[in-house]
């Protein structure tokens, strides 16, 4: 029996006006959800229990750690860019569980507001990567300077920066561009916002924009927070 979350982000994608493989890609992945939520869990555990030795002030990674490793085992070395990097909590995962080529983590860093508070998750940031230094590089400014000076091309990318629709579609695009092919975009926040009401300028509002604009473009997976698209061969 589907849950209620299921009927409520259902109604989501159709307020959305998300494509019909993406509304049904998201429903396979409910419908299979029992049968693989052993598994889920003890993968998250499993993540969990590696964070224990970090500083961390929230995970909102590990609950995403099935997914990223049934779909990134593909690669036997992975190229991997993350737009937004927070504490590091994504990144530690790739570099902990897959051979890399490279790994660039791109973040501002600094919100004038809460200076003190971004200081601290930076600094988070440093300590929990500093056993990975020589296999990630970072770069401290906007996602749109960073890809301005970027010659580099990527496996997998994953975009969890800004949230607001107009940045996430530039994001999208951008990456888009350099994502090799067969490669992985990976969403984040999908499902953003008070999803019993009618959110706006959320990201879904871009991903679901940038997907019916692309016509070499596979949908592999939508879970409760994330969409993962493939670049396919035009």
């Not at 994504?90 to 501002?108: E, P």
């Not at 070499?216 to 993962?228: A, T, W």
Request: with cysteine; net charge positive; aromatic share 16%.
């Amino acid at each position: 029996m589907l849950s209620k979350n299921f009927y409520f982000r259902f109604n989501y994608l159709l307020e959305k006006k998300a494509n019909i493989k993406v509304i049904l890609a998201f429903t396979l992945n409910s419908i299979l959800h029992p049968f693989l939520s052993r598994k889920k869990k003890k993968l998250k555990k499993k993540h969990q229990k590696y964070l224990l030795k970090k500083k961390l002030t929230t995970d909102y990674f590990s609950i995403n750690a099935y997914y990223w490793g049934n779909i990134l085992k593909k690669f036997s070395k992975i190229s991997y860019l993350e737009i937004g990097s927070f504490e590091g909590n994504s990144a530690l995962y790739v570099l902990k569980n897959f051979q890399t080529k490279k790994v660039i983590c791109v973040d501002i860093w600094h919100d004038k507001n809460e200076p003190e508070l971004q200081e601290r998750e930076f600094k988070n940031f440093k300590y929990n990567l500093k056993e990975f230094n020589k296999r990630y590089s970072m770069f401290k400014g906007t996602s749109d300077n960073f890809f301005k000076k970027n010659n580099n091309n990527f496996d997998i990318i994953y975009v969890d920066g800004s949230h607001e629709s107009k940045q996430v579609y530039k994001d999208l695009n951008n990456s888009w561009y350099i994502l090799n092919n067969n490669g992985i975009l990976i969403c984040d926040d999908y499902f953003y916002g008070n999803i019993y009401k009618k959110p706006k300028n959320v990201p879904a509002d871009a991903i679901n924009k940038f997907i019916s604009e692309k016509i070499n473009i596979k949908i592999l997976c939508v879970n409760n927070s994330q969409i993962f698209l493939k670049k396919i061969n035009s």
